[in-house]
């Protein structure tokens, strides 16, 4: 049943259930580091947090630009368009400076917080890396299957009955 509503799914979700996926393995993977602790008390929480801050940027990031791509294809004036287009960039950049830099104060400046170090920059840093690379991964796969459909109808477009009746004459 999974695997029916996966086929039934355009590039767009497969990319996101697959850094949701990518995001949850991540946490769960690095859960046992709640319970560790150095002689000095930091706790290695911060490093499951810091991943889960990251990817929660990191989705937040990929749904805002599906609906920017959508809405752009609804959008009929090249200013709108334009405007969209920078919103949705300028957001997307906010987001993950936020992230990395509430992260990067946790980590190396945690007093500045009153000694919170809740979250890991180098966690962080490392949940946003999937975006891009699922994202390249779906579009290549995507124009390669494009590609393999294209050629495959030029090589069935082949006029075989052109050159039988040529041959005829």
Same mark, same amino acid.
């Given at each position: 049943?999974?695997?029916?509503?996966?086929l039934?799914?355009?590039? &767009?979700?497969?990319?996101l259930? !697959?850094?949701v996926?990518i995001a949850?393995?991540g946490?769960?993977?690095q !859960?046992?580091?709640?319970?560790?602790?150095? &002689?000095? #008390?930091?706790?290695?929480g911060?490093?499951p947090l #810091?991943w889960?801050l990251?990817?929660?940027i990191?989705?937040i990031?990929?749904i805002?630009m599906d609906?920017?791509v959508k809405?752009l294809g609804r959008?009929?004036d090249?200013?709108?368009g334009?405007?969209? !287009?920078?919103?949705?960039?300028v957001?997307r950049f906010?987001?993950?400076?936020? #992230?990395?830099?509430?992260?990067?104060?946790c980590?190396f400046v945690?007093e500045i917080?009153?000694?919170?170090?809740g979250?890991?920059f180098?966690?962080?840093?490392?949940a946003?890396l999937p975006?891009?690379?699922?994202?390249w991964?779906?579009h290549y796969?995507?124009?390669k299957k494009?590609?393999s459909?294209?050629?495959?109808k030029?090589e069935?477009?082949?006029?075989s009955?052109?050159i039988r009746d040529?041959d005829?004459?």
């Open positions: 049943m999974l695997v029916k509503r996966w039934k799914w355009d590039e &767009n979700q497969k990319s259930a !697959i850094l996926l949850i393995v946490f769960c993977v !859960i046992p580091l709640f319970l560790i602790h150095d &002689n000095d #008390g930091f706790s290695y911060a490093y #810091g889960l990251g990817s929660l990191e989705i990031a990929f805002s609906l920017m809405a959008v009929s090249k200013t709108s334009t405007l969209l !287009i920078l919103g949705s960039f957001v906010l987001l993950y400076i936020v #992230g990395l830099i509430i992260s990067a104060i980590t945690p917080w009153g000694g919170f170090s979250f890991n180098f966690t962080c840093f490392a946003l975006f891009p690379l699922v994202t991964i779906f796969l995507s124009t494009g590609k459909v294209s050629h495959e030029e069935s477009h082949t006029p009955s052109e040529e005829t004459l």
